[in-house]
């Protein structure tokens, strides 16, 4: 059964770090591209990071330079380094990933970043 997730989650101040973990079973991380996104309470859907099957990381201006995602094939597991957090970080993070022709998303963790 494939399933995704994600950890890590918390309150954070401004410009602080936190460290996302998804955690995949039922499928190999090797096999496919895996992605991060984001959701702000009344706003939609926004991309946050794609580690492809190629090895390849890209991230949107609005993260570039401050998040990193990374991965560990031995424990199956996607990771979202955040550094220099700000208010606007603030959402819900998913990772998902297509498999078997299926999008798939795990159940979020929050993070909110507030003084």
């Known amino acids: 059964q494939v399933q995704l997730v994600e950890s890590g989650g918390g309150l954070v101040e401004p410009g602080g770090s936190l460290t996302l973990s998804c955690e995949a079973s039922g499928f190999s991380l090797i096999d496919y591209s895996m992605n991060w996104v984001r959701q702000a309470p009344g706003k939609g859907v926004e991309w946050v990071s794609t580690f492809d099957k190629g090895g390849r990381t890209t991230y949107p201006n609005s993260v570039k330079g401050r998040f990193i995602v990374s991965k560990d094939n031995a424990k199956n597991t996607l990771y979202l380094h955040m550094n220099s957090l700000k208010a606007d970080d603030t959402a819900v993070y998913y990772c998902?990933?297509?498999?078997?022709?299926?999008?798939?998303r795990g159940q979020g963790t929050q993070v909110t970043v507030s003084s």
């Open positions: 998902t990933c297509t498999v078997s022709g299926v999008y798939r």
